[in-house]
T-cell receptor, first 111, second 115 residues
C-alpha cells in the first residue's frame, strides 16, 4: 500500500548540517514535498522536487531524490535554533489528488 | 496570501456528541482535505474533496463524514464522538490549476478532546 516513512527524531548541534531522510512507496509519484511545522502552527511548504529531478537547492536547503531506491532527503546547512520544528515528507499520487504524509521528524538543536 | 481558517482551535466534547469542524479557504481552491495528526503517526488523510459536492475517502474515514456544499467550505463531521477521536485535525486546500503539483495550504489546526 501507500506509505511514507521517516525517523521520528533528529538532534544536531547548532551550526552543523541536518539531514532528514524519507522513503516512499509509489514509484509513479510526480511531486515530493517537504513541509515544516513549528510549535502550535499548521504546516508550511518548505520545498518540493519534481520526480524527474535528482537534486534541488534553495539557499540552505538541498533536496536529494534517489528514484531507484525511492529515497528522499532534506539537508539543512548551518542549522539554526529557528530550524527547530517537525519536518514532514509527503508525496502526491499521480493517479489521484491525494497527498500522503510521513510521520514527521522532530528536529532539535543543541547549543 | 492564501488563508485557510479553521473555526475552532480547541474543542472539548463528550462521548456520543455530534461534532462539526469547519474549514474555509479564500482562494477559490478546488481541492480540500481533512487530516488528523497524532504523535508518531504523522498526518493521516480522513477525506478529501475534488470540488463542490464531491468527496473521496482517505485512509481513515471510519467514524467521520464530510460536507462540501460551497467551494470555500469543507466540513468534517463526527456523528458520535469517541475518545479515540481525540486528536489534532488539520484542514488544507490547493488549486488544481497548473497540474498536480499545487502546494497544500494548511489551517492552524483544531485540537479536539473527547471525554
Amino acid at each position: 500500500g501507500e506509505d511514507v516513512e521517516q525517523s521520528l527524531f533528529l538532534s544536531v548541534r547548532e551550526g552543523d548540517s541536518s539531514v532528514i531522510n524519507c522513503t516512499y512507496t509509489d514509484s509513479s509519484s510526480t511531486y515530493l514535498y517537504w513541509y515544516k511545522q513549528e510549535p502550535g502552527a499548521g504546516l508550511q511548504l518548505l520545498t518540493y522536487i519534481f520526480s524527474n529531478m535528482d537534486m534541488k537547492q534553495d539557499q540552505r536547503l538541498t533536496v536529494l531524490l534517489n528514484k531507484k531506491d525511492k529515497h528522499l532527503s532534506l539537508r539543512i546547512a548551518d542549522t539554526q535554533t529557528g530550524d527547530s520544528a517537525i519536518y514532514f515528507c509527503a508525496e502526491i499520487y499521480s493517479s489521484a489528488s491525494k497527498i500522503i504524509f510521513g510521520s514527521g521528524t522532530r528536529l532539535s538543536i543543541r547549543p | 496570501d492564501v488563508k485557510v481558517t479553521q473555526s475552532s482551535r480547541y474543542l472539548v466534547k463528550r462521548t456520543g456528541e455530534k461534532v462539526f469542524l469547519e474549514c474555509v479557504q479564500d482562494m477559490d481552491h478546488e481541492n480540500m482535505f481533512w487530516y488528523r495528526q497524532d504523535p508518531g503517526l504523522g498526518l493521516r488523510l480522513i477525506y478529501f474533496s475534488y470540488d463542490v459536492k464531491m468527496k473521496e475517502k482517505g485512509d481513515i474515514p471510519e467514524g467521520y463524514s464530510v460536507s462540501r456544499e460551497k467551494k470555500e467550505r469543507f466540513s468534517l463531521i463526527l456523528e458520535s464522538a469517541s475518545t479515540n477521536q481525540t486528536s489534532m485535525y488539520l484542514c488544507a486546500s490547493r488549486t488544481r490549476k497548473g497540474g498536480l503539483g499545487g502546494e497544500l495550504f494548511f489551517g492552524e489546526g483544531s485540537r479536539l478532546t473527547v471525554l
